[in-house]
């Protein structure tokens, strides 16, 4: 049967207030001593204590939930889930996670609907630009913090890859391979994401005398339909196999890779790969495909470290650049 807060300060022979700042994980705040900690903590799961939330939200006029709006819950946006949803739960808090398949209208609708669930704030994917993020009067309510997407602003706290940097080095190394021939099918256009990719795609051509060339360039959307019609155009519109093909998200890739199974087979025999996202799965694929792997687990816990502190310490919104990983195959 679970116990109290009263009954359990009694047990371990501390006050009350005591037990209360080491469960919210105050300790160190107040110089409790770690042996203290341990003990109550101890004590705490032995005697199956459950700390009331509820009636702790309604004295601080806190829920200890937060909201995750993402645009899909593919590899990439559910590894940071997975991840965001543990750290947060460690420290009380509850997630509550939402997708908006990038459509703007929706972005809308489940900040509204989840504002009226009384989040303490939001990590938020957004599809919105500055303008739109800033003349959102709902979202000075509670604290924001960006992922994967970044906007522009000093009081906006954002934690993303350096998407540059790996389009950058993966380019590169097909450039390095004797590849002058590069297709791009990228994203969104107007989100950071884009443009920070498609920057670092034409900064790798520049640095190996290639020519920008925009017919070489597409960008639709990041579902997989979207890679699988880029896909059919660019071999509807070129009559000789391009000597590689990047895709700025592993959607694309799906799209592409469908693509090829549907209507040539033997594509990644007579061409080269490379994908901004990673997956496990890209090991057992022939090719090989390279690939840029996204620190999920930093990302997931930069963030929720960012508006945690926001919400219990006042801190100040910060902005985090994460480095990715190129894997070569």
């Given at each position: 049967v679970p116990i109290h807060i009263e009954e359990l300060a009694k047990i371990a022979k501390v006050s009350k207030t005591t037990v209360s700042l080491v469960i919210n994980g105050r300790a160190r705040d107040y110089r409790i001593s770690k042996s203290t900690e341990k003990r109550i903590l101890k004590l705490a799961r032995n005697h199956h204590f459950v700390p009331n939330t509820l009636a702790r939200g309604m004295r601080l006029k806190k829920t200890q939930t937060l909201g995750l709006i993402v645009p899909y819950l593919n590899w990439h946006f559910s590894q940071i889930a997975q991840v965001l949803e543990k750290t947060a739960r460690e420290s009380g808090y509850q997630l509550l996670v939402a997708m908006t398949d990038d459509v703007l209208e929706t972005e809308y609708a489940l900040i509204q609907n989840l504002l009226a669930r009384k989040v303490d704030g939001f990590i938020i994917a957004t599809m919105m630009n500055h303008k739109q993020f800033h003349s959102n009067s709902i979202l000075n309510q509670v604290p924001v913090v960006l992922i994967d997407r970044k906007l522009k602003g000093d009081n906006i706290g954002w934690v993303v890859s350096d998407d540059r940097k790996g389009t950058f080095e993966v380019v590169t190394h097909l450039c390095d391979q004797g590849v002058t021939d590069i297709h791009y099918l990228g994203g969104i256009k107007t989100i950071s994401t884009s443009v920070d990719r498609l920057k670092g795609f034409k900064e790798a051509l520049k640095v190996h005398g290639l020519l920008d060339d925009n017919s070489k360039i597409q960008e639709t959307g990041y579902?997989?339909?979207?890679?699988?019609?880029?896909?059919?155009?660019?071999f509807k519109e070129n009559t000789k196999f391009p000597q590689a093909i990047?895709?700025?998200?592993?959607?694309?890739?799906?799209?592409?890779?469908?693509?090829?199974?549907?209507?040539?087979?033997?594509?990644?025999?007579?061409?080269?790969?490379?994908?901004?996202?990673?997956?496990?799965?890209?090991?057992?694929?022939?090719?090989?495909?390279?690939?840029?792997?996204?620190?999920?687990?930093?990302?997931?816990?930069k963030s929720f470290g960012i508006i945690h502190g926001v919400l219990e310490d006042g801190k100040p919104m910060d902005q985090i650049l994460i480095p990715p990983q190129v894997i070569i195959r």
């Amino acid at each position: 049967v679970p116990i109290h807060i009263e009954e359990l300060a009694k047990i371990a022979k501390v006050s009350k207030t005591t037990v209360s700042l080491v469960i919210n994980g105050r300790a160190r705040d107040y110089r409790i001593s770690k042996s203290t900690e341990k003990r109550i903590l101890k004590l705490a799961r032995n005697h199956h204590f459950v700390p009331n939330t509820l009636a702790r939200g309604m004295r601080l006029k806190k829920t200890q939930t937060l909201g995750l709006i993402v645009p899909y819950l593919n590899w990439h946006f559910s590894q940071i889930a997975q991840v965001l949803e543990k750290t947060a739960r460690e420290s009380g808090y509850q997630l509550l996670v939402a997708m908006t398949d990038d459509v703007l209208e929706t972005e809308y609708a489940l900040i509204q609907n989840l504002l009226a669930r009384k989040v303490d704030g939001f990590i938020i994917a957004t599809m919105m630009n500055h303008k739109q993020f800033h003349s959102n009067s709902i979202l000075n309510q509670v604290p924001v913090v960006l992922i994967d997407r970044k906007l522009k602003g000093d009081n906006i706290g954002w934690v993303v890859s350096d998407d540059r940097k790996g389009t950058f080095e993966v380019v590169t190394h097909l450039c390095d391979q004797g590849v002058t021939d590069i297709h791009y099918l990228g994203g969104i256009k107007t989100i950071s994401t884009s443009v920070d990719r498609l920057k670092g795609f034409k900064e790798a051509l520049k640095v190996h005398g290639l020519l920008d060339d925009n017919s070489k360039i597409q960008e639709t959307g990041y579902g997989i339909r979207d890679g699988y019609e880029m896909a059919r155009k660019l071999f509807k519109e070129n009559t000789k196999f391009p000597q590689a093909i990047f895709t700025s998200a592993l959607t694309l890739l799906e799209g592409l890779l469908q693509y090829f199974k549907e209507h040539n087979p033997d594509a990644l025999k007579k061409t080269q790969i490379a994908s901004y996202d990673d997956h496990p799965m890209l090991d057992y694929v022939p090719g090989p495909i390279q690939s840029v792997r996204q620190n999920a687990g930093e990302i997931a816990r930069k963030s929720f470290g960012i508006i945690h502190g926001v919400l219990e310490d006042g801190k100040p919104m910060d902005q985090i650049l994460i480095p990715p990983q190129v894997i070569i195959r």
